[in-house]
């Protein structure tokens, strides 16, 4: 399991050079998609390789003589690696400026400093009733690959894309196994490390990373944890379209809570859906973007609380709290905040609520949070 | 001796308050006379209106609050119930108040909205619908969504247009009908349109007077004049008071009045973003002493700057071209690549020496890229620019040496490059 394990951190510790590397050793174009919806199966059809732009380690420098201080990390940190250089290796980047406003900055921004040799827009419909959004959604998905096509040279076939879509919902199902294996076997990976595992499905050729998993289900099958039962289950929850700080989840780990499950993009929520097979694939691949859950504050939901679902993971769970994690300055999760802290106190579930920054986060301020947050659930 | 600036105040704007107190009244007052309410954002309210309801807009109920002295209590009363305080304030405004009736929180009665049959959600700016989803999910109010996005690219306008007009056509108005009980009122809408045509052809005219130099009104003077050309649309009462407008502008122009007494202004000023409607007395003391006049600005120009392109005749199609027509495509605007030419259009047309962009700490909308754009017009036009940052009505986010700063590094900055000339 070590093995895999070093393998994944040293892709997710240093994404710039490993992505560098791989375009070189596969001698394709790397497509940069920022989070959270693109569906990057198109891109893959199209013979080029779609990775998930992250957030860097480093403080923001040039960046901030192209975007404010209050915009959120991954904002900020994406446009200050552009603007420096370090993400020339791209050759292509896609942004859907309708999931938050702070999206928006990138296009002028991107073109008039760092324009890759393709660089294309998706409008993804809020999911509102009617049918004038599904039909709109699939003349984007369309034009989309329509893009793709004429940037790669090569035609996107159906064949081609089920194909993808195939190679894609195996990539979702191994990590399912790998959520479940941590289900019944929590401990059997720190939680930074399934973060990483996630992380690194969004680095590498979905291929590559098929064969990881896997090698790691093997090793996870083999083994067996010790099972602590003071150790109290939580999960954490949240609308980040990145990472959050590794040592956020060590801390709550060394705090005498254990991590089950998380509903956290760069966690389960970015394999919760499979594309069905079968029928047009641009279609299927509309249907998935329609799912509903689980939930994501970006994509306009109605009918479904984000706090009734999140409860449900819980209980699946046996957990006994939920640890909200908040990017500071990201407007999708901060205007349902009060919705999801409200449902938490009438259903009587324990939740604290963490906010996390780019640079400067008070790791000593947020221990003390959460260490109350595990005493009160009578924990430590 | 430093000359001291000071603005002329016009007459005609003394007008604006009680046609803009008679309104909300109205609104207020709609239940009891057993009329339906919605509320609205985007420009999505003249369907409401169109069948009779009484409508709120999101950005007028703002403005309104603003001016009247109430966004301070009702913001107090979000974050007590729940928000977060960098939370969109438009966002925070609605929760508060909604909040302040549903548990009987004691705020200035003259804020307070009787609650919705329907909120039309324009989904304009991507978190404007997040209050109407919030207030589905605590009150259960009844909610039709539309998505009016942003174009960023010229060749994706047609493919949105007709999305646009399908929402409307086939999700907005048959929910209009289900819950009026009646029957689309087309003629209504247009006779809207026809009214609005009118009194945005007067504004219109106003609009010339910023082009004389030294200006005879300021940007200030427009925007509290706005409500009749966006949410007191289809209401005749804005027609006379644009002509009496218009009329005291040429009576200024005619007798040499300036906006700014004693000789006009010094520095003629681009305003970029929301206007500060809780602070706009505060504002004008940061520009005046200096003897700069904001004359013009983006969203102030959104409320049907072509009303030649206005067709009662096909109302839905120019409600939808309004905001993608081909011609106007004021979501196009939205986009910092094309405010880039829509700005560059309006510095060149009224003169302008610098940019100020307001930018709003709890909202983004208008500050996409700000920082690209005023470098962009900068070496493309000569006029530099500076970011001010505030809020639209949240006192706690406005800071005064910050902004002071700023505009003085303007007012320097355009006094170097002019006697480099």
């Not at chain 1, 070093?6 to 791989?22: G, Q, R």
């Not at chain 1, 939680?191 to 291929?207: C, N």
């Not at chain 2, 700063?405 to 480099?420: M, P, S």
Request: aromatic share 10%; charged share 25%.
């Amino acid at each position: 399991m070590e093995k895999v394990l070093s393998k994944i951190t040293e892709v997710t510790s240093d994404p710039y050079a490993y992505v560098a590397e791989l375009k070189e050793r596969k001698g394709k174009k790397i497509i940069g998609c920022f989070p959270m919806h693109i569906p990057e199966e198109i891109i893959h059809a199209a013979d080029m390789i779609p990775v998930v732009i992250w957030r860097s380690n480093e403080s923001v420098t040039w960046g901030h003589a192209h975007v404010p201080p209050y915009d959120c990390g991954i904002t900020r940190s994406f446009v200050d690696d552009a603007v420096r250089g370090k993400l020339n290796f791209m050759d292509g980047m896609v942004f859907h400026v309708r999931q938050c406003l702070q999206v928006g900055e990138f296009p002028l921004i991107i073109e008039r400093n760092v324009k890759p040799a393709y660089m294309e827009i998706l409008y993804l419909p809020p999911i509102y009733q009617g049918d004038p959004i599904k039909s709109y959604l699939l003349k984007g998905l369309e034009s989309f690959k329509a893009s793709l096509e004429d940037f790669s040279g090569k035609k996107i076939s159906d064949d081609n894309l089920k194909k993808s879509i195939e190679i894609y919902n195996e990539n979702s199902s191994l990590l399912q196994k790998v959520y479940e294996i941590r289900r019944d076997r929590p401990g059997i990976l720190k939680a930074k490390e399934v973060m990483q595992i996630v992380w690194s499905s969004m680095l590498m050729p979905k291929e590559d990373h098929n064969e990881l998993l896997k090698e790691l289900l093997r090793e996870m099958e083999k083994k067996t944890v010790e099972t602590k039962k003071e150790r109290i289950k939580v999960i954490p929850v949240g609308c980040l379209c990145q990472t959050l700080q590794f040592d956020i989840l060590d801390m709550i780990e060394d705090l005498g809570m254990i991590i089950p499950d998380d509903d956290l993009y760069v966690g389960s929520r970015y394999f919760a859906n499979k594309v069905r097979l079968n029928g047009n694939p641009i279609e299927a691949l509309a249907d998935r973007y329609l799912i509903k859950t689980p939930l994501c504050p970006t994509k306009g939901v109605w009918d479904v609380h984000w706090g009734d679902e999140v409860i449900k993971k819980l209980r699946n769970n046996d957990a006994k709290g939920i640890i909200s994690i908040r990017v500071k300055y990201c407007p999708p999760h901060t205007c349902y905040y009060p919705d999801f802290k409200s449902k938490m106190i009438e259903e009587g579930v324990p939740e604290v609520m963490i906010d996390m920054e780019h640079e400067v986060i008070s790791l000593e301020g947020m221990k003390t949070r959460l260490q109350s947050f595990a005493e009160t659930m009578g924990g430590v | 001796m430093d000359v001291q600036y000071k603005i002329n105040r016009l007459e005609a704007t003394n007008d604006i308050r009680p046609m803009v107190n008679r309104h909300w009244a109205e609104l207020r007052t709609a239940k009891e006379r057993g009329e339906k309410v919605g509320w609205a954002s985007g420009p999505s309210f003249m369907f409401p209106y169109a069948m009779g309801m009484k409508c709120h807009f999101m950005a007028g109920y703002a403005s309104y609050c603003g001016g009247i002295g109430a966004a301070n209590e009702v913001l107090k009363v979000a974050e007590m119930t729940g928000d977060l305080p960098e939370t969109c304030s438009y966002h925070r405004l609605h929760m508060g108040m909604a909040e302040a009736v549903r548990k009987g929180i004691s705020i200035m009665p003259e804020a307070i909205l009787p609650l919705p049959d329907l909120m039309v959600a324009g989904r304009y700016c991507t978190e404007q619908s997040h209050y109407a989803e919030g207030l589905y999910r605590r009150m259960g109010i009844r909610v039709v969504p539309v998505e009016l996005p942003f174009v960023f690219r010229k060749e994706d306008r047609l493919m949105i247009r007709d999305f646009v007009y399908r929402q409307f056509k086939e999700i907005v108005i048959p929910t209009l009908e289900e819950v009026c009980g009646k029957p689309f009122d087309y003629d209504r809408l247009s006779e809207i349109l026809s009214i609005l045509k009118k009194t945005a052809t007067i504004r219109n005219k106003c609009w010339e007077f910023f082009k004389t130099k030294p200006s005879t009104w300021t940007l200030w003077d427009y925007a509290v004049s706005m409500a009749p050309v966006i949410y007191m649309m289809g209401d005749p009462v804005g027609i006379p008071f644009y002509e009496k407008l218009l009329k005291e502008l040429q009576d200024r122009k005619e007798k040499g009045i300036p906006a700014m007494a004693p000789e006009g202004e010094k520095y003629r000023i681009y305003w970029d973003g929301w206007i500060p409607w809780a602070f706009l007395g505060k504002f004008m003391r940061k520009f005046t002493p200096n003897g700069a006049l904001c004359i013009v600005g983006r969203y102030p120009w959104e409320m049907f700057p072509h009303p030649e392109l206005l067709d009662p005749e096909h109302p839905v199609d120019s409600v939808v071209d309004y905001m993608y027509g081909e011609q106007a495509g004021l979501a196009g605007n939205m986009a910092p690549k094309h405010s880039i030419e829509f700005i560059g259009g309006l510095i060149e047309e009224y003169s302008i020496d610098g940019l100020v962009m307001f930018s709003s700490k709890s909202c983004r909308m208008w500050n996409l890229s700000y920082l690209d754009v005023i470098d962009t017009l900068d070496k493309r036009c000569g006029v530099p620019g500076v970011v001010i940052e505030g809020d639209m009505i949240d006192q706690d986010m406005v800071s005064d040496s910050q902004i002071e700063t700023r505009l003085q590094a303007l007012f320097e900055t355009i006094d170097g490059r002019r006697k480099r000339k």
